[in-house]
């Protein structure tokens, strides 16, 4: 290029003065955005404007000179690694900041963990008065004052167990309903970035960078990444033959390949968790083959990738007929030229949803959700929530379909129980997770669900302390006449033994006379009146029997009867019954006693129930003074007993023991694993917040706006311009000298 000419020197020294004051605003647009949240810092990006001519005449004297600058574009300062980088440790905090805010929720019911070092709590000093109690009614047996202290005791207690069972079930809806606010915020992040995707790729057909448009996109994928952790990533769109523009594509972090899809540029999905849901079949998964009815016609013979699919329009089709993923696919297969070997084949059992029986068994498999059983997904107040999740198909802001690889329609997804990370799971597990009362279904979709504990796990403990309690107490204060003897009749029917030939039961006779009347009337015979087990007799009759039974008989068998014990239950499912959910005559009446319906009995609320002061009458003496069975409750109150799973929860995985010991040191231990998973939360919870802080930090150390940097480059950008406009100057006074000097 020859040497510049004159009056290209004057446009050097313009351009220049252009450079300068672009670059000027450009820092005066950062300085002015310092404290705007998400701002990235921008930086004009300036090329030397140079021409790869040769001039007409050039000859080796000629200087290769510039023309000046020019100003390509504005850009900002980011770097991607750090993005992904925070991004990730955000999800990891967000995950700990959700459980542990659920934790503290769980310590403020039960207060019993107090400060987590062991404080006493509440129910801790109820079960304390209770014991109290009972010590003082050992030293006044059948005291009916005394028995009324342990009743108002132990009625406290169970009150606090209803309490505190309620308590769990508030928390557990709340959890929820910031479970399904967190669904509808995360839609409303997909929404706005699907809609800035397509702004923004607009903007990038006709050359602009929408800088602005990406801070605001960039701070919704930060907000995204609490809720669960995402892969962000960026290609090339093909707009027509000779352009394209950049898209931004946003996936589930750690989904596979290819990865379950929220973004791909100008589509997007939604969260879905619907109250009921389809039954899933825990052994379904999309990518197995044997869980694939049809061979997808995305894949690519030539190379020989076979991809999978349950959807008929997505199937691949040779004239007309869909090409089944059976030996008739295969064969197929092989007549299109392809000679690969399909591993796997279809088989039903694999199907996506399944249906069961009442008994919670699986008795057909389908792929239609409609077929499937529905059970309870996010309703208010039930206790068995799933809380799948789903994602519906990836369409655009007109609601249409995307067409992917192999103009394959996108498809909706069912999210398995463990493919979330962030604050979203945490929610979820928190709902839902049992813990060691985790059945087999829970671990066939989750197989870390015995290790996670959630609200679920802390209602069953609490459930099976109150259980153990009432039927410890119960069994112990038993109605019974211990020491009767009995023989076995020719009939192999066992008989109390009486030696006396005139007793009323033996010749049916004055006080059985009425009920054995009303035995033969309902067809069954005398025997009846000695039998022990009553059981085969309708509820009426056998109080009756048992009526007439405790007057006539004693422990020698003598006939002349013996003082009755006062016993009988004392803790029931509701507080107008007696009944302890665990008829031995019928095993499907009621309910067990749990946490929440735990109650006094209705006959020692009257006082028509008492706390049987001795354990047996063997001798027909008077016993009125004797303590023995209330020492011996005593004594129980202290025995180390055997809690597991099945106790509560007849489905569960395991049936061995996860805990041995007494009341108390199982209402501690509870309350000590509820205080070691706040703890332990705690502490990562700190971790990935410092760890979140450091790389935020980082990451503006590079995107920030620092005034100091912004300073100095304001003081660059002015020297420069007013270097430039010096040049413009001395280029005037050299050219005035030349042609004004010269005409002289």
């Known amino acids: 290029m020859a040497v510049i000419g004159t009056f290209g020197s004057f446009t050097a020294a313009r351009l220049g003065i252009y450079a300068s004051q672009a670059s000027l605003n450009v820092t005066g647009n950062n300085i002015a955005n310092i404290n705007t949240k998400g701002y990235t810092r921008q930086r004009l990006d300036l090329v030397s404007l140079h021409s790869g001519g040769n001039a007409r005449y050039a000859n080796s004297y000629n200087l290769d000179i510039g023309y000046g600058v020019l100003a390509d574009s504005t850009s900002q300062l980011r770097d991607p690694f750090m993005d992904i980088r925070y991004r990730n440790e955000q999800s990891s905090m967000k995950a700990q900041e959700a459980r542990l805010d659920g934790l503290k929720q769980l310590a403020n019911i039960l207060d019993e963990v107090g400060d987590g070092e062991g404080d006493f709590g509440i129910i801790e000093a109820q079960f304390n008065d209770l014991l109290y109690q009972l010590e003082i009614l050992s030293r006044n047996a059948n005291d009916d004052s005394m028995d009324t202290n342990v009743r108002t005791s132990a009625k406290s207690l169970v009150r606090l167990f209803n309490d505190y069972a309620n308590a769990l079930v508030t928390a557990k809806d709340t959890i929820t309903d910031k479970l399904k606010d967190e669904v509808k915020s995360v839609n409303n992040i997909l929404v706005q970035i699907r809609d800035l995707n397509e702004q923004i790729r607009d903007a990038g057909i006709f050359g602009d960078n929408a800088l602005e448009l990406r801070d605001a996109r960039n701070l919704l994928i930060d907000e995204l990444s609490g809720y669960m952790k995402i892969d962000v990533r960026y290609d090339m769109e093909k707009i027509d033959e000779f352009s394209s523009v950049e898209r931004l594509n946003i996936s589930i972090a750690g989904t596979g390949n290819p990865p379950i899809k929220l973004i791909q540029g100008i589509y997007g999905t939604q969260l879905t968790m619907p109250e009921m849901s389809p039954m899933r079949n825990p052994d379904y998964s999309a990518d197995d083959p044997r869980c694939n009815r049809y061979i997808s016609k995305a894949s690519d013979l030539a190379a020989g990738k076979i991809v999978y699919t349950n959807a008929e329009k997505n199937a691949m089709r040779v004239n007309g007929n869909l090409v089944w993923n059976n030996a008739a696919g295969q064969t197929t297969l092989q007549g299109m030229g392809y000679t690969g070997q399909l591993t796997q084949q279809f088989e039903e059992k694999y199907s996506q949803y399944v249906k069961l029986d009442n008994d919670g068994n699986i008795v057909a498999y389908t792929f239609k959700a409609e077929d499937a059983t529905q059970v309870n997904n996010a309703v208010k107040e039930a206790d068995d929530n799933r809380l799948w999740m789903g994602l519906e198909a990836l369409v655009d802001r007109n609601g249409r379909v995307m067409k992917e690889e192999g103009n394959t329609e996108s498809l909706p997804v069912d999210l398995s129980d463990t493919v979330l990370y962030g604050s979203l799971q945490s929610l979820r597990e928190l709902i839902t997770e049992e813990g060691e009362f985790s059945s087999e279904m829970d671990i066939a979709f989750d197989p870390k669900a015995s290790i996670k504990r959630g609200i679920p796990y802390y209602q069953h403990a609490l459930d099976a302390l109150a259980r153990k309690f009432a039927e410890t107490m119960n069994k112990a204060n038993e109605e019974k006449f211990a020491g009767y003897e009995t023989e076995i009749d020719a009939n192999g029917v066992e008989l109390y033994k009486t030696n006396t030939t005139g007793c009323d039961l033996v010749t049916g006779s004055g006080d059985a006379a009425p009920v054995l009347a009303k035995l033969t009337a309902a067809g069954y015979d005398k025997s009846y009146l000695l039998r022990k087990d009553l059981s085969g007799l309708p509820e009426d009759l056998r109080a009756e029997v048992k009526t007439v039974q405790e007057k006539h008989l004693s422990p020698t068998g003598n006939g002349h009867g013996i003082e009755k014990t006062a016993g009988g239950n004392l803790f029931s499912i509701s507080g107008d019954s ?126 920030g706006v620092d005034l100091n940097e912004e300073a100095t480059s304001m003081m660059v950008f002015q020297k420069s311009y007013a270097a430039a406009c010096q040049l413009m100057t001395t280029l005037d006074s050299m050219l005035d000298k030349l042609i004004n000097g010269t005409i002289r």
Request: glycine residues 6%; negative net charge; hydrophobic residues 25%.
């Open 578 to 703: 007696d009944d302890d959910g665990t008829d031995p005559n019928d095993p499907t009446k009621g309910s067990k006693i749990t946490a929440a319906n735990i109650s006094i009995s209705q006959k020692w609320s009257t006082g028509e129930v008492r706390i049987r002061s001795f354990l047996e009458n063997t001798d027909g003496l008077d016993h009125s003074t004797d303590n023995s069975n209330i020492n011996h409750i005593i004594s129980l109150m202290g025995e180390k007993l055997e809690y597991k799973p099945t106790d509560v929860v007849d489905d569960a995985a395991s049936q061995t023991k996860y805990y041995y010991g007494t009341f108390q040191e199982m209402l501690n231990n509870t309350n000590h694993t509820l205080a070691d998973d706040q703890r332990i939360t705690t502490t990562l919870y700190n971790n990935y917040t410092t760890g979140t802080l450091a790389l935020d930090n980082d990451r503006q150390s590079v995107s």
